[in-house]
């Protein structure tokens, strides 16, 4: 989807992916010291008004100026600030560089996505942090929600190819398992987070 068709998206309607953070990433995140950091794809602002209000230095980097208008408004809400940049994340925007570096279910074909990943990867600052939490691939046979092309659905392969040569080690790479309440009953969609540091 492109800017446009997001914006029509988050235009004329509440949260579209509510007001508090991903679960993965409030966790993932807890045991890191403030400092500052970039939300790519950010959508909203979910994530990174959670961790502005843990003392981060937050930036939502984001195509859909709609959004961004809902993330100062969502921020201004809590009573934070943040700093956003309306940006495409797959072309190398000039970003400076972050102690944490998040992507969180940003949702392009493959290529795109690999350069969003190899480009996140430059931004991280020596012992800062790069999280990215995705759809899987296996979300379409298993889970629920999210794209239903396998184009723009990652593997955990893919995303740790996107990092060879960064520079980056690898801590975490794995599936995990998201339990969402649907019209059928509880059902559990299917994430991948993949966690890497640069050696300070
Ligand atoms: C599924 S939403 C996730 C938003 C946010 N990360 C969250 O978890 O709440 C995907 C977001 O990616 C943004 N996006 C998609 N492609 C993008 C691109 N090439 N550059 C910047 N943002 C993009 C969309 O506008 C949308 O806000």
């Known amino acids: 989807m492109d800017a446009a068709t997001w914006d029509d998206r988050y235009r004329d309607r509440g949260l579209v992916w509510g007001a508090g953070p991903n679960a ?19 959508g909203e602002g979910r994530n990174a008004i959670h961790l502005a209000e843990q003392g981060w230095d937050a930036e939502v980097v984001e ?13 201004a ?11 495409d ?25 690999a350069a969003a990943v190899r480009h996140a990867a430059t931004r991280v600052a020596p012992g800062g942090t790069l999280l990215v939490v995705v759809h899987d691939r296996d979300n379409l046979e298993r889970g ?4 239903p092309d396998p184009a723009m659905l990652p593997t ?4 740790r190819a996107a990092l060879d040569g960064s520079g980056l080690e690898v801590v975490r790479a794995e599936q995990v398992l998201r339990r969402v309440e649907t019209p059928d009953g509880p059902r559990d969609a299917v994430d991948h987070v993949v966690r890497a540091v640069r050696p300070g």
Request: charged residues 15%.
């Open 156 to 159: 955990v392969a893919d995303t």
């Open 89 to 113: 994340v797959t072309a190398a925007p000039d970003l400076a560089s972050a102690d944490l570096v998040l992507i969180c279910y940003l949702q392009v074909p493959a290529a795109p996505y």
């Open 24 to 42: 993965l990433v409030a966790a993932e995140t807890a045991d890191l010291p403030p400092g500052r950091m970039l939300d790519l794809a950010g």
């Open 144 to 147: 629920v929600g999210g794209p």
């Open 77 to 87: 809400s809590r009573g934070v600030t943040i700093a956003t940049t309306l940006a």
């Open 63 to 75: 195509f859909s100026e709609v959004a961004l208008e809902k993330a100062r408004g969502l921020a």
